[in-house]
């Protein structure tokens, strides 16, 4: 009967674990989609501005030119 109990209560605490393991790769998972779609969007942001940028001074140089 011990063995019995021992083994159920292994089987309890491996299944705890699986679990845990899971929740934490499925949060973890999530957490780096967001941080790696808010990095995205501001690196597009920033390229987005410096190609403005640089469109103004394109055209302020051909302006000093002609």
């Known amino acids: 009967m011990n063995r019995l109990k021992l083994w159920l209560y292994m089987l309890v605490v491996l299944g705890a674990g699986v679990a845990n393991l899971y929740l934490l ?13 808010a990095a995205l969007e501001a690196g597009a942001r920033a390229h987005r501005t410096r190609e403005l940028l640089l469109g103004g001074q394109a055209s302020a140089d051909r302006k000093s030119v002609v």
């Open 25 to 37: 790769t499925i949060e973890g998972a999530a957490r780096a989609i967001v941080e790696t779609d």
